[in-house]
Nanobody, 116 residues
Framework: QMQLVESGGGLVQPGGSLRLSCAASSTIFSIRAMGWYRQAPGKQRELVALFTRGDYTDYADSVKGRFTISRDNAGDTVYLQMNSLKPEDTALYYC??????????WGQGTQVTVSS
């Protein structure tokens, strides 16, 4: 099974920055898309940013201009640079990888808390 290992969450003040990392390890299947979702208490999980083959990126409207997704050359590690963080960005952030033949994989989640 492919594993997704996340790091980089934490507590930050409003206006601050954090960088999340997610690396695929163990058995690495052919990935067609990889990115980040988040889930706040009492809310549904939502897309934050997604990187697909061909350098296409997709962002939630609420994070455009503040968050940037990037990846390494192999396409097995993705990063999420989060700037100008707001309290409403507080959530559990999940890494997601969509494979061609083996479905979706999820990380364990990393908590991001924006509070003064």
């Amino acid at each position: 099974q492919m594993q997704l290992v996340e790091s980089g969450g934490g507590l930050v003040q409003p206006g601050g920055s954090l960088r999340l990392s997610c690396a695929a390890s163990s058995t690495i299947f052919s990935i067609r898309a990889m990115g980040w979702y988040r889930q706040a208490p009492g809310k549904q999980r939502e897309l934050v940013a997604l990187f697909t083959r061909g350098d296409y990126t997709d962002y939630a409207d609420s994070v455009k201009g503040r968050f940037t997704i990037s990846r390494d050359n192999a396409g097995d590690t993705v990063y999420l640079q989060m700037n100008s963080l707001k309290p409403e960005d507080t959530a559990l952030y999940y890494c997601n990888a969509k494979t061609y033949d083996h479905g979706d994989f999820w990380g364990q989640g990393t908590q991001v808390t924006v509070s003064s």
